[in-house]
């Protein structure tokens, strides 16, 4: 099973950036997969999760109505749009997947995902 993000890089306050994350090697349709992040010297947040479907997503309080995250399910892939950075936007950010398909409420707790990609940098800056 293999996470691959990429799409992060350098970008001004208030610009924007698109992360992807695809996902390969597992046949199962039961999955969620979440967007985590961590700044150096800060605790791991999570940011956003999404089951298959796209009928189900959550969102962490500091990035509600700045990103928004969509998935091709045909390409196994969750992508995470990100609008009005700001620098306090400036961290790894790794996708994670869940071997559940939530049906209401998908979770931010880093503990419910096992499998987790390698990480791209994002940094917003002037």
């Known amino acids: 099973l293999q996470l691959q993000a990429s799409g992060g890089g350098l970008v001004q306050p208030g610009g924007s950036l698109r992360l992807s994350c695809a996902a390969s090697g597992f046949t199962s349709n039961h999955y969620t997969i979440a967007w985590f992040r961590q700044a150096p010297g800060k605790e791991r947040e999570g940011i956003s999760c999404i089951n298959p479907s796209g009928s189900v997503t959550s969102y962490g309080y500091s990035v509600r109505g700045r990103f928004t995250t969509s998935v091709d399910s045909s390409r196994r892939t969750v992508y995470l749009q990100m609008n009005n950075l700001k620098p306090e936007d400036t961290a790894a950010y790794y996708c994670?997947?869940?071997?559940?398909?939530?049906?209401?409420?998908?979770?931010?707790?880093?503990?419910?995902?096992?499998?987790w990609g390698q990480g791209t940098l994002v940094t917003v800056s002037s």
């Open positions: 994670a997947r869940a071997d559940n398909w939530f049906t209401s409420v998908c979770p931010l707790d880093s503990d419910r995902y096992g499998s």
